[in-house]
């Protein structure tokens, strides 16, 4: 849900206005959004040059300018399922100037690649809109060589929480729950990517929490996150959760409204993504693996 | 809930069981709490030599013994409003041989020193359990001197979320909530901590989230925070909740045991503390304020 990919799972039973990527405030939104998140998600991503990346699920290729520009020596090839998606990405990653990218159309799970012939495999904001996930990354698996990784990242709708607390708000968040998970994704699926990895055969997977805390000394946050990314998303579900008869509108607006509440001087508003690090989940063939135990975790998360 | 002080709001409607720090258990649950969360909760926290720290509502002194040996040559004062607190926390310093410690009984809201008389003031598990937080920080915020420092310390039960997600666990865990409230308290305090602390007084507030985020790749924290923290606290509100009518005896039971499946090898389990973090958040009286307005912010939190 925060960054476009049409999955193959979508089933097409909402409004146009639910589907990522395809109009202009849909493309600010994510754009506004990349913009203030990108040092949180991205921080720790670095590829070294010569290696071969593959991004599944680029969408309209916000995370792939990023990944590519700040890897310039590594080569990408970013898939996504939705012709419309790549085209849009291809314009983007032409209109950067970047080189060193590869868009095509192509589905998970039919992946026109040989087993390892990637280095490394990057997933963001793609598992959230998989009916089959441990399937999607048993097939990624195959494609890493021997010292590969996989980096995922993904949100969690569940672990939004603010203050003021809003019934409304809470109530207004879970349509968009309810719709991801009639279309056949699942929009609390960061808290689960530790099992999903570990079921998807990866091994010393190591799940790397990324909050976003946003109160009133953090204005670019209060407005590039709460506002322009969270808030704008739980609206743009208004007219399918509507129409589904999931809430009244009346409800539904005053979600909104709770959720703008929070960017007041005496709000807070807070979100979790989780981030697979990628340093520390290397595949390791013809091993039994556990040569992690070692690796020494720190069990916590923190932040200034 | 987390560390035990008597609030002097509490109003002795529940059961002796759900009291702080006067059992053998509950003594061994903090001590095993203190154990697991002492680096992510005090990793930062440092005193000068020869400062003086007053410590509001420091219980039987678990976080006590913590910081007087984090800072040898800082002189702390450490009160509580319960008798019976003072009297085990008295006992536990002197175990653990300190100097440097003296406690006192004392309230928050009656407190005997002069105004401007403390660097700094430490404040950990406490605002949760006052029906009035901001005149207490009011108050606190008095006895600091020029270019002193507050840090709190708070958890929020609303923080928690867990896989698999589990609506009998969400219901055991909403009976400490209601019962803290109804004790006068607020489970949810931690997101609060900000707007509290601007509206008692203090300016340039920095909240810095500390998230323990588990899964089976951690296990001391599976052991250590899921099972003999957090689900050992909620075990522990059983017989309050089910006298209050607040729940089904079977549906409590459920909900403790799908606390206890987060903690199998697919299981995860989050749970999010805020911390007001001392250096930033300095007194600076004779000024209006707003000279932190340059710091630059980290407005997210992040983990390995």
Redesign the interface.
Known sequence: MFEGTLAETYTGTMSEAYVHGYDARENERLRDQAGTLV??LH?DTAYPAGSTVLEVGCGVGAQTVTLARRCPDARFTSIDVSADSVAEARRRVERAGLANVEIRQADVFALPFDAESFDHVFVCFVLEHLSRPVEALANLHELLRDGGTITVIEG?H??T???P?SPSARAAIECQVMLQREAGGNA?VG??V??LL??GGFD???????????????P??VDG?TRKTFAAMIEGVREPAVQAGLIEPARFDAGVRDLHRTTE????F?Y?FFKV?PQ?SMVERGKAGGSWGSVR????????
């Open positions: 040092e949180l921080d969690d569940g672990s929480y603010f203050y607390d609390l808290r689960q530790y099992p570990v079921e010393a997977v190591r799940v790397s929490p990324r909050m976003v805390y946003v109160d009133a000394s953090r670019d946050l996150f001087a005496d709000g807070v807070c979790t690090s520390l975790w720190r069990g916590v998360a923190s932040a200034v």
